[in-house]
């Protein structure tokens, strides 16, 4: 509480013009005493006005010293009493102004107490006394003595109770009950002042009769005195907003009256509290409603009760659906659930925004101008995002759900044209964001994917053909004419004035936007109409309208191709043959589809051939046809079958050097053909006929070389061996040969074969470990391969391992048996036994010519074997007897290898049982004729064993 200080009487110059007056009267009757004689009027001076006019400056001291020297003078009762109350407040001023430490203050303090007291005891019925009990209560109050504070406070209101400090006696009697916790007599007090006259302190009276009400749990009272002085201070904060006390005590209030709801059914409690409580003059602002809900709302948010906020937010939308701070409202509630990521509650609150505040809402129809432009961005942003999601919704969907889901977008579309298209709105920056122009365009597409045919095709047409749109990103009018044109064509389907009309759109589609990319299209179409009916003569007058489009930069060179399509067909429908051969040739030169280049080509050939079969025409035309057939259509059906043809023309004229280059490029382009064998056989035989075995080897290796199938890669590749060997080129025959036999194992005959060309041209060049490489070869591949093998393999396989087996065997005969004879003897025997492997090895194929030979070789290497024994260098230093020791050693050495090659020679005589007889045979009988004399140097036996042969 704020106690008042100021005495309340005259001025400070009239108190001293009173003081000085009172001296003198004092000092009169002093006088009195010393002389009877009293002076008269006429005897005194006269009055010195100067002296009124300038007072002497006195400071409250020397006034304080004044009034205490004429109190010692003893001055009359009244003057006396008037002084003593002028001290006091003298005093009371005095304490005001000094800055006293506590236990000086409290001194001070009991001074003016026994001042006030003295003062109500001696003078009772003096008038100043209202304000000595007032200031008495005072210095009680600020003694800390409450009681006798209080007491002062009831004496003052009884003696004086229209007393001007009684508003603020109330008030102090209040805030003391209250301190006290004595609610109800600080609530009687507080709306004592509330029922006084101080304006100034009923706002806080009632702010204090509110929390006594609180107090005692009448929170109901309590929220109508809240709510009262709110509405009391809204109009001061409109008239001083800047005042710190007036917006301290709002927010308090506030505050204050949320906390009293918080204790009852929150939001619901403050819409019955201004419902139940009228505003003191009409309708309560809506801004002060909002007020009240916004500090409800932040004090549930502090509490984190979230739903409960929210119900705030939701209760005064519903009250105030019209107002711009309901939309306001409607936005936090919006950002709330954004916050906490509940995605699916926040889009449904942005639904709730735009039935609220959109076009067709009530709040639209009444708000201005400035509300309108508030709300603008928002309307935009969700119908936009709403409308899009359910379009790209539409778009994934099929059927009758597609269809409905286009339909639901609709509406949003138009109310986003509504708000775009408000003329009053002061667009903001956000608005030139969305194009009105675009919107048209999805509204019109949805209305197509809605199968609302009807209104699509009219708002197509309206974006189509008129003005070009300055900021549409998302079609231009000749996308949006052909939109119109697609819808056109299917109703076209149905009756005949829709295909009139569509015919109709075709037209002005064609004429008013011939730079779109379907524009030449539509043209064609027209064309191929034409050509479905028959009607060729018509497509050879009217394809240049398609070929040779207006707008050459624009022209689709597909189109263009498609329109020279339909022309060469024509031609070839007209039997225009030479015509169509000109016209598909240029076809062929663009880029086509396989299947149509294949047609064409085909069509193409076939128009040439038909000019070549024509009998009025001479040979040297017919090669011309066959020749530009040839290499213009070089994967036509056609070109084998003219290729061959030419082929036999000129080789039928003799000419097989020009017929060689043709077999050849034939074999490698048809390998698989029928005619390939033929031409194959054409080709050798005009290499013959023309001598040209090196061109026709160096053929075949590039052929062999360049070629992807594997089996002509083979057969050129031994051709042209054969062909380098024939011409004398052993080099090149060596490396042809010799890669033909390293890449191609099969078919095995020809590989055996080719080994064979190596053996033989090794020979030439005297080169013995080749030839036995090759000749190991043969051997190993004929084993490898001996389901694939032939008497002709056999053979070769038999032949090389004898001739392995003579390499052996010169190997062994050059060995001599010397000193120290274990390491020649090693040396020979491993020679010998591989001869002998070789020998066997070849024996076992039965090959008769060679089997022989064979036998008797390895008879040969044991008889050889045991004469090396015993012709072998004897030791040196050995005695007679030793010597002879050491000859019989060797004589038991070599005898089992003479016995083996007596019984070998044997095993090959017996072959004569077998109609076998050949040299190898006769050189059997001599060797068993020098090594048993007795039983085979008969020469009847000889000629009788030949006459059985032969």
Request: aromatic share 10%; net charge negative; hydrophobic share 40%.
């Amino acid at each position: 509480m704020i106690w008042r200080l100021e005495p309340v009487g005259l001025s400070c110059q009239h108190r001293i013009t009173i003081l000085a007056l009172c001296c003198a009267t004092l000092m009169g009757c002093s006088a009195s005493s010393v002389s009877d004689s009293r002076p008269k009027l006429a005897d005194l001076p006269a009055f010195d006005r100067s002296i009124v006019a300038v007072l002497p400056d006195v400071n409250e001291q020397q006034l304080d010293a004044l009034y205490q020297q004429i109190l010692q003078l003893q001055p009359a009762a009244q003057t006396r009493q008037k002084i003593l109350y002028r001290l006091s407040q003298m005093h009371t001023s005095q304490f005001e102004r000094q800055d006293l430490a506590p236990e000086q203050e409290q001194a001070a303090l009991q001074q003016l107490v026994q001042r006030y007291q003295q003062l109500l005891n001696d003078y009772p019925q003096d008038p100043n006394n209202e304000l000595i009990r007032y200031q008495l209560a005072r210095s009680y109050d600020l003694l800390g003595q409450q009681q006798a504070c209080l007491e002062q406070l009831d004496q003052l209101l009884q003696h004086y109770p229209d007393s001007g400090f009684a508003s603020e006696a109330w008030f102090r009697k209040g805030d003391i009950h209250y301190s006290r916790s004595e609610y109800p007599a600080a609530l009687a007090a507080y709306l004592a002042v509330i029922n006084g006259q101080e304006l100034t302190l009923k706002q806080h009276a009632r702010y204090m009769a509110g929390w006594s009400y609180f107090k005692q749990q009448q929170f109901e009272l309590a929220d109508e005195q809240f709510l009262a002085v709110l509405d009391t201070s809204y109009s001061e904060i409109h008239t001083d907003e800047q005042d710190p006390g007036v917006q301290g005590l709002r927010a308090e209030v506030l505050r204050t009256l949320s906390v009293s709801l918080s204790y009852q059914e929150q939001a619901q409690s403050l819409q019955s509290l201004l419902q139940r409580v009228s505003y003191r003059s009409g309708e309560r602002p809506v801004a002060l409603v909002a007020e009240v809900y916004q500090a409800l709302a932040n004090f549930l948010a502090e509490k984190a009760l979230h739903n409960a906020r929210l119900q705030t937010y939701r209760l005064f939308i519903t009250d105030y659906p019209e107002s711009i701070l309901a939309a306001r409202f409607q936005l936090t509630v919006i950002q709330h659930y954004l916050s906490d990521a509940n995605a699916q509650q926040a889009l449904a609150e942005q639904q709730q925004y735009l039935q609220l505040f959109g076009p067709e809402s009530a709040f639209w129809q009444q708000a201005k101008v400035a509300e309108l432009t508030e709300v603008e961005p928002n309307l935009l942003q969700y119908y936009d995002y709403f409308a899009r999601a359910q379009y790209a919704k539409a778009l994934t969907l099929a059927g009758e759900p597609r269809q409905a889901a286009f339909a639901a977008v609709i509406p949003l579309w138009q109310q986003m044209l509504s708000v775009l298209g408000e003329p009053l709105l002061q667009h903001s920056p956000q608005q030139a964001t969305y194009s009105a122009a675009d919107i048209r365009y999805l509204l019109a597409e949805s209305y197509a994917g809605a199968l609302d045919s009807a209104a699509a095709l009219k708002l197509y047409t309206q974006l189509g053909y008129g003005a070009e749109p300055e900021n549409a990103s998302l079609f231009t009018t000749e996308s949006a004419a052909y939109k119109a044109l697609l819808i056109s064509a299917e109703l076209a389907e149905h009756d005949e004035t829709s295909a009139r009309q569509h015919w109709q759109q075709q037209t002005d589609f064609v004429q008013h936007h011939r730079s779109h990319p379907a524009a030449q299209q539509v043209a064609l179409q027209q064309l191929q109409q034409r050509y479905n009916e028959q009607d060729y003569f018509a497509v050879l007058q009217h394809s240049d309208e398609v070929i040779a489009w207006p707008l050459a930069d624009k022209s689709q060179p597909a189109l263009v191709q498609e329109a020279r399509f339909l022309h060469s067909q024509s031609e070839l429908a007209l039997t225009h043959y030479a015509a169509a051969e000109q016209s598909i040739q240029t076809l062929l030169n663009d880029a086509l589809s396989p299947a149509r280049r294949n047609l064409l080509t085909e069509q193409l050939a076939s128009s040439i051939y038909q000019q070549a079969q024509q009998a009025d025409v001479s040979s040297e035309v017919v090669q011309g046809h066959l020749q530009r057939l040839l290499s213009t259509l070089s994967t036509s059906a056609y070109h084998e079958a003219a290729a061959f043809q030419q082929i036999e023309i000129i080789r039928q004229a003799l000419d097989y050097t020009s017929a060689i280059p043709l077999l050849t490029a034939f074999i490698q382009r048809y390998p698989d053909s029928e005619r390939t064998r033929a031409a194959k056989a054409q080709l050798l035989d005009s290499y013959e006929q023309a001598g040209q075995w090196s061109n026709a080897a160096r053929e075949l290796t590039t052929l062999a070389a360049t070629s992807t199938d594997t089996e002509q890669q083979r057969e050129a590749l031994y051709l042209a061996a054969q062909y380098f060997q024939k011409a004398g080129e052993n080099n090149n025959a060596l490396d042809a040969w010799r890669s033909y036999a390293n890449r191609y194992q099969q078919p095995h005959l020809l590989a055996q074969e080719a080994r064979l060309q190596l053996i033989q041209l090794y020979q030439a060049e005297q080169d013995v470990y080749r030839q036995n490489f090759w000749r190991s070869k043969i051997a190993s591949f004929e084993q490898q391969f001996a389901s694939e093998g032939n008497e002709r393999t056999q053979q070769l396989a038999a032949q090389a391992l004898l001739e392995l087996g003579r390499h052996e065997s010169e190997l062994f005969n050059g060995i001599r048996l010397a000193h120290p004879l274990k390491q020649s003897l090693q040396k020979k025997r491993q020679h010998m036994t591989a001869a002998i492997s070789h020998f066997e090895q070849s024996m076992q194929y039965g090959v008769a010519a060679l089997l022989t030979e064979a036998q008797f070789r390895v008879a040969e290497l044991y008889q050889q074997m045991a004469k090396a024994l015993l012709a072998s260098d004897r030791p040196k230093g050995l005695d007679e007897l030793a010597l002879e020791e050491y000859e019989l050693l060797l004589e038991e050495q070599a005898y089992p290898f003479e016995e083996q090659a007596i019984a070998i020679y044997q095993q090959n005589t017996q072959l004569t049982q077998q109609q076998l007889w050949d040299q190898w045979v006769q050189h059997s009988f001599s060797r068993l004729a020098q090594l048993l004399p007795a039983k085979f140097d008969k020469t009847e036996t000889y000629t009788e064993v030949a006459n059985e042969v032969f």
